[in-house]
């Protein structure tokens, strides 16, 4: 079974650019997170999707946006990029995002290394 | 909110010996869940053990084991016959409520590992 397949692998932008991430879930997975990844801030929760729904946001401006097509893939969007948005940026698929207490593993993509020149 | 603290940046372990990795939670909750994940310098994260706040028993898988204590709000790994390819960065994660019934894993700040032949 295919693993999440996260493309590109890197990508190098400018200030003010703007970029989409694709990330590819595991074949039955109907839920897709995103999650950043920076030395400073550590991971944080990006956003969530669920049979094409965003059911949950995290705590980011409106400048990144996301969705899910019908065949669970997903893509993220960041506009006008600052260069605070340098990060390793993260997608996770599990079967349905899983109740609080379910031992539901999240399986998680190699990631898109972005660096905003 | 949740929180995950794994105190230790970084540890080194000779080649074949045991190491343990810190860490510690603090929720409000009752029942609640907590991973580990395993990043490797490809960036991927690798789920590890899950450990649940009501199973009985410490969780193993191969050669990680949790050591569990709830009372201290503990979920130490422990990592016997560490080898080579055990060297990266390891998260201690646990899942939060979100609004709708929804979750999102929150992560500790990361310990870095290295085993040394």
């Known amino acids: 079974k295919a693993g999440v397949t996260q493309t590109p692998r890197y990508l190098i932008k400018t200030r003010g650019q703007q970029v989409t991430l694709s990330c590819s879930p595991i074949?039955?997975?109907?839920?897709v997170s995103w999650y950043q990844q920076t030395p400073g801030q550590g991971l944080q929760f990006l956003f969530e999707?669920?049979?094409?729904?965003?059911?949950n946001k995290g705590n980011f401006p409106g400048r990144f946006s996301g969705r899910q097509f019908s065949n669970s893939r997903s893509e993220m969007n960041v506009s006008t990029l600052e260069l605070g948005d340098s990060a390793l940026y993260l997608c996770?698929?599990?079967?349905?995002?899983?109740?609080?207490?379910?031992?539901?593993?999240?399986?998680f993509g190699s990631g898109t290394q972005l660096s905003v020149l | 909110a949740q929180k995950i603290t794994q105190t230790q940046p970084g540890m080194f372990v000779q080649e074949k010996e045991a190491v343990t990795l810190d860490c510690t939670y603090d929720?409000?909750?009752?029942?609640?869940?907590l991973f580990w994940y395993k990043q490797p310098s490809s960036g991927e994260m690798i789920f590890l053990i899950y450990?649940?706040?009501?199973?009985?028993q410490n969780a193993t898988e191969g050669r990680y084991s949790l050591n569990f204590q709830k009372a201290r709000k503990s979920a130490n790994l422990v990592i016997s016959a560490s080898q080579l390819g055990d060297s990266a960065m390891y998260f201690c994660?646990?899942?939060?409520?979100?609004?709708?019934?929804?979750?999102?894993?929150?992560f500790g700040a990361g310990t870095r590992l290295a085993v040394h032949p």
């Open positions: 996770a698929s599990s079967l349905t995002g899983g109740k609080l207490t379910t031992n539901e593993k999240l399986f």
């Open positions: 074949s039955g997975h109907r839920s």
């Open positions: 999707y669920f049979s094409e729904t965003q059911r």
């Open positions: 929720t409000s909750d009752q029942s609640y869940g």
């Open positions: 450990q649940g706040s009501y199973d009985e």
């Open positions: 994660a646990m899942r939060e409520a979100l609004s709708g019934g929804y979750n999102k894993l929150i």
